[in-house]
């Protein structure tokens, strides 16, 4: 690993490219660079790679394939591949006989920080605090402070790329209390031992994270005797689309189709795509269903309870209890339920980083403030320098924004932009199917676009 103090004394006047934040995105970027002429640092504000950490729960999986790692769909060849990392670390063999092509999580966490000590352009302890583009010399300047020690560094680059992940989410209404008892998932390990020790648990929430909670602790249940409740908001505890084909909205082609919609259309879409990325694993699902049934045997009571289209309004503290005011919105009835600890698994957003606020006017935003991000991944920014964003523009690029398989992709159109030419394939014939009239009528010979024909009438 280099050491971040020497590389900052050795780094180049003015980089190609800085990159802000270091998750699985960036890193990718970092890695998939690392191959090229680019002279590039990536800075983070933890001393060493992290993937949600409190979120490494034993047995938990990644949601995609193996090859959906750093750089594999970019560049099969990488000495940064998932595979090079086992081979590095003698594991092929018992990964060939583990026969799945989902990983375990924490090894996925293990594999990017192994990619991260590896990278001579990763600066870990670099707390970017402030962007701005200097007109004269056209270069961006991007000062960092070491969150321990205080020291203070400046890097100048001709872009940016910005991938600094998204943050916890609270409610308003839910916030408040003793973080020991009422916290959000993304805390659970740190917090699991408080949860064993209590006598009741409730998880708030819904998706993959608040499933793998609650499936954790209903493993560790019947030793630590407490009472779990699960409410959801959502119409029930939903598996998340996993079929084949429905995965082919996780694809370039896909990705390229939506960015082109009218901003509107995407607005309407959006929503209606939830169960593409924020339901629950089938796998997680069926293992929570057995151990209720296997726990329920002999008219056993596995002190369990589940309640879907509940929103939990409000929180308050009743003694060393917590009294949680509760909505079933279908049926419009309100009721009150009481426990020990609470965790939230409410989500994640992505506010605004403060280092941003320096070149801020130049940035450009839509109606709702959100930002104009190019087919490129590239913010609309009025001065001459470029920023490029990771996983920033949901509403730009679709569902598969957050997408782990989609990193290559996303990166390789990155550095096409960055270098001037194409370093590594942009894909764009991905997909079985089709989603515009335009791509279908050019593929199927008996068919052809009408322009502006007359539309149907209603009766």
């Not at 590095?88 to 000590?117: G, K, L, N, S």
């Not at 409730?202 to 209903?218: H, N, P």
């Not at 339920?337 to 839509?366: A, K, M, N």
């Not at 320098?385 to 398989?405: E, I, K, M, S, Y």
Request: aromatic content about 12%; glycine content about 8%.
């Amino acid at each position: 690993m280099t050491d971040s103090s020497q590389a900052d004394e050795t780094q180049a006047d003015v980089y190609d490219v800085v990159g802000v934040g270091l998750g699985p995105f960036n890193l990718g970027l970092a890695a998939l660079l690392d191959d090229t002429d680019c002279e590039a640092a990536f800075l983070e504000q933890k001393p060493e790679f992290e993937w949600h950490g409190g979120m490494l729960i034993e047995d938990a999986t990644l949601e995609v394939p193996f090859l959906a790692d750093l750089v594999t769909l970019a560049d099969p060849t990488s000495e940064h591949s998932y595979l090079n990392y086992l081979r590095e670390h003698d594991r092929i063999y018992e990964f060939y006989f583990y026969e799945t092509f989902q990983v375990p999580r924490r090894e996925y966490d293990d594999y990017c920080r192994w990619v991260a000590e590896n990278l001579d352009s990763t600066r870990f302890s670099r707390q970017v605090t402030d962007v701005r583009y200097d007109d004269g010399e056209g270069v961006f300047c991007v000062t960092a402070r070491d969150p321990d020690g205080g020291e203070t560094f400046e890097y100048r680059a001709n872009d940016v790329v910005v991938g600094v992940g998204s943050v916890p989410f609270v409610p308003e209404s839910l916030r408040g209390h003793p973080d020991e008892d009422v916290f959000h998932s993304a805390s659970y390990l740190d917090r699991r031992e408080r949860c064993l020790d209590a006598d009741s648990v409730t998880v708030v929430g819904s998706g993959q994270s608040a499933a793998e909670v609650f499936l954790d602790l209903l493993r560790a249940q019947p030793g630590a005797g407490y009472r779990l409740d699960w409410f959801t908001r959502s119409e029930g505890f939903f598996p998340m689309e996993y079929s084949k084909l429905g995965l082919q909205h996780f694809t370039p082609e896909y990705t390229q189709y939506f960015h082109d919609l009218p901003q509107a259309t995407k607005d309407d879409v959006l929503p209606e795509q939830d169960l593409l990325y924020k339901g629950i694993d089938e796998g997680t699902s069926e293992e929570i269903f057995d151990l209720l049934y296997e726990r329920s045997v002999g008219d056993a009571d596995p002190e369990v309870g589940m309640l879907a289209t509940t929103e939990v309004e409000d929180i308050e503290r009743t003694g060393d209890r917590y009294r949680l005011t509760c909505e079933q919105w279908q049926e419009g009835e309100r009721f009150a339920h009481e426990s020990e600890v609470v965790v939230l698994s409410t989500g994640y957003h992505r506010p605004t980083p403060q280092f941003l606020v320096g070149i801020e006017d130049d940035i450009d935003r839509d109606a709702k403030g959100r930002l104009r991000i190019d087919e490129n991944y590239e913010v609309a920014f009025d001065a001459s320098g470029r920023v490029f964003v990771q996983n920033a523009g949901l509403h730009a690029h679709g569902v598969g924004t957050p997408d782990l398989g989609l990193g290559c992709y996303r990166n390789a159109t990155i550095i096409e932009s960055l270098v001037g030419e194409e370093v590594y394939p942009i894909d764009e014939d991905t997909v079985f199917q089709d989603f515009s009239v335009e791509r279908f009528v050019s593929n199927a010979p008996d068919s052809e676009r009408l322009r502006n024909a007359t539309p149907l009438q209603e009766d």
